[in-house]
Nanobody, 127 residues
Framework: QVQLAECGGGLVQAGGSLRPSCAAS????????MGWFRQAPGKEREFVAA????????YYADSVKGRFTMSRDNAENTVYLQMNSLKPEDTAVYYC????????????????????WGKGTLVTVSS
């Protein structure tokens, strides 16, 4: 069993940066691919970024490519999402996810591939 807990969200002005993190419990964290998804008010949850079990591969939504960077530290059972040049449209609850695949992505969100979800952390970007 893996439990995920996000933190590090908050309120930031447009153009600013945040670095939320997701801490995982359990000894098998390093065997899971990890991802970040987000859900804005009134919208469906969408894929943001993903990283393979060893950090060797990453994958980003077009809307965040070049601005967001996902990383992981398997020794600390933690993944990070460095978010730069934030825009008001990035405002959402950000969720951490874990699954035993090569990489998570948009198609894996509702397919049962994601085995564990965190409870989310709110990111608010003011204009």
């Amino acid at each position: 069993q893996v439990q995920l807990a996000e933190c590090g969200g908050g309120l930031v002005q447009a153009g600013g940066s945040l670095r939320p993190s997701c801490a995982a419990s359990g000894r098998t964290f390093s065997t899971y691919a990890m991802g970040w998804f987000r859900q804005a008010p009134g919208k469906e949850r969408e894929f943001v970024a993903a990283i393979s079990w060893n950090g060797g591969s990453t994958y980003y939504a077009d809307s965040v490519k070049g601005r967001f960077t996902m990383s992981r530290d398997n020794a600390e059972n933690t993944v990070y999402l460095q978010m730069n040049s934030l825009k008001p449209e990035d405002t959402a609850v950000y969720y951490c996810a874990a699954g035993r695949v090569g990489l998570l992505g948009p198609s894996t969100m509702n397919s049962g591939v994601v085995e564990y979800w965190g409870k989310g952390t709110l990111v608010t970007v003011s204009s």
